[in-house]
T-cell receptor, first 110, second 116 residues
C-alpha cells in the first residue's frame, strides 16, 4: 500500500517563508504532487516533482528527494490568501490515480 | 470551457434513500475519479474510470456505484444512504497528456452531502 505523512498544521506570519514536509512510503514511486485547497473550495493542482531537486513556480517551490522518500513545499513571501490546506499526493507503479496525504492546514497571521 | 461541473452543490438525504451525484467535464479527459473528504482524513478515492465503459474501485467503494457511458459524464450513485456517508464529494479529471505534470487533476467544486 501507500502512505503519506505531513504535519496537520503549520503557522507563520505574513511575509515569512514556510516549508511543509511530506514523507511517503510506496512501491514503484512515480512522482510527488502538491495541491492547495481553501476552506469551502476545491483542491487545485500546484506542482509536481518526478526527479530529485527543486521546482520553482513563482512564490511556490517544491522539492523532492527520492532516496529519502521525502519532499516539501516551500512558500515564500507569505500572504494572507495563502492560508489554506496543502496536500501532497503520490503516484506510483505507473498509476495515474494519486493517493493523497491528510493535508496540512497553513495559517498565516498578520 | 466550464471544466468539471458537479451537481447538486448541497444535498440532505434521509437514511435509506438513494441518489445520484452528477459529474460532467468538457475537457475530453479520459480519466475521472470520485473522492470523499472528511475532516482530518484527506481525500479518499471511491471509484475511478480510465475511459468510457471502464470503471474500477478505489479505497472506499462500499455503498457506491458508478458508470461511465460517455467520456463527459461520471455519475456516482448512493444505493442506500447511511449517516457514515455524510461527507464532501469531489469529482476530478485528467488525461494521459498530463503525464509529464504528474497527471495534475482538475477538481469540481464539490457536493456537500448530509445523511440524517
Amino acid at each position: 500500500g501507500q502512505s503519506l505523512e505531513q504535519p496537520s498544521e503549520v503557522t507563520a506570519v505574513e511575509g515569512a517563508i514556510v516549508q511543509i514536509n511530506c514523507t511517503y512510503q510506496t512501491s514503484g514511486f512515480y512522482g510527488l504532487s502538491w495541491y492547495q485547497q481553501h476552506d469551502g473550495g476545491a483542491p487545485t493542482f500546484l506542482s509536481y516533482n518526478a526527479l530529485d531537486g527543486l521546482e520553482e513556480t513563482g512564490r511556490f517551490s517544491s522539492f523532492l528527494s527520492r532516496s529519502d522518500s521525502y519532499g516539501y513545499l516551500l512558500l515564500q513571501e507569505l500572504q494572507m490568501k495563502d492560508s489554506a490546506s496543502y496536500f501532497c499526493a503520490v503516484a506510483s507503479g505507473g498509476s495515474y490515480i494519486p493517493t493523497f496525504g491528510r493535508g496540512t492546514s497553513l495559517i498565516v497571521h498578520p | 470551457n466550464a471544466g468539471v461541473t458537479q451537481t447538486p452543490k448541497f444535498q440532505v438525504l434521509k437514511t435509506g434513500q438513494s441518489m445520484t451525484l452528477q459529474c460532467a467535464q468538457d475537457m475530453n479527459h479520459e480519466y475521472m475519479s470520485w473522492y470523499r473528504q472528511d475532516p482530518g482524513m484527506g481525500l479518499r478515492l471511491i471509484h475511478y474510470s480510465v475511459g468510457a465503459g471502464i470503471t474500477d474501485q478505489g479505497e472506499v467503494p462500499n455503498g457506491y456505484n458508478v458508470s461511465r457511458s460517455t467520456t463527459e459524464d461520471f455519475p456516482l450513485r448512493l444505493l442506500s444512504a447511511a449517516p457514515s456517508q455524510t461527507s464532501v464529494y469531489f469529482c476530478a479529471s485528467t488525461n494521459r497528456d498530463r503525464k509529464s505534470r504528474g497527471y495534475g487533476y482538475t477538481f469540481g467544486s464539490g457536493t456537500r452531502l448530509t445523511v440524517v
